[in-house]
């Protein structure tokens, strides 16, 4: 049986540690916003609509991909749309690996969204941290990484991180080469899943358009915050 790994890679200080990586087994190797100036062998680069042109690659090579919100959109909109689904592009990069690629495995790396008050917050110095916005959508990190989890693992799907040091994400941690190996899904209450899940139904906090900020004043924190932690505790996590 075929086996599809697809590697996602942020601007975290770690980041240009994939330059001198072996990737050719993974089949994608998605790189957020900034980080294509420090994986050369990048395949796909995604971008949100507000990313400026001049730091985006001049010319795309030959064989690879830019994906834009047009594309993003529909495909995180399979999976719930923005509001629960998490407003970070390493999420958003993530569902719309799931919906292109179909992996077997989906492994992060330098996407842990840990910004210390000093010292670097990203390979090219200090900038500007999404999760650290306003933002309703972002309060749960964790949640938006474990609704993101259960997703992957309905359709087969590990989630792993590569990254070694302090991180957000709650995955299990593996080695680049484990990846490209058959990797199991962590285990988790699908009762409790399913409830998360209906509890997003109910409330249809869904932005066709992915322009969520727009509607900002709809979404309630403490639903949020309500769905938020069933899809914790379908870890047996509490916070």
Partial sequence: MSHTSVLIVGSAPNAPEVAS?????FDAVVVINNAWQAVPQWTHFIHPEDFP?????????????QIGADTYVPAQNKYGGFVYAG????????????DAFRPDVLAFF????????????????SGAADPLRKDPTLVSLRAKARRLQVCAAQQG?????????????????????DALRDVEAEIYDIAVAS?????????DYF?????????????????????????????????
């Fill in 87 to 98: 407003g970070t592009m390493a999420f958003t990069s993530a569902y719309w690996a799931l």
């Fill in 157 to 177: 799907c590990a989630v792993v991180n590569l990254s070694a040091g302090e991180s957000v994400l709650p995955y299990p941690r593996c080695d680049k080469s």
């Fill in 110 to 125: 330098a996407c842990d969204m840990v910004y210390p008050k000093t010292g670097a917050t990203h390979f090219y110095g």
């Fill in 207 to 239: 932005v066709p358009s992915g322009r969520y900020w727009e509607q900002i004043d709809r979404f309630e924190a403490d639903v949020i915050a309500k769905i938020d932690a069933t899809w914790l505790r379908a870890f047996g996590e509490t916070r």
């Fill in 195 to 203: 409830e998360a899940a209906s509890l997003e139904r109910q409330f």
């Fill in 21 to 25: 990586w072996d990737i050719s087994g």
């Fill in 53 to 65: 042109p001049e730091r985006r690659p001049q010319e795309i090579p030959q064989g690879r991909l």
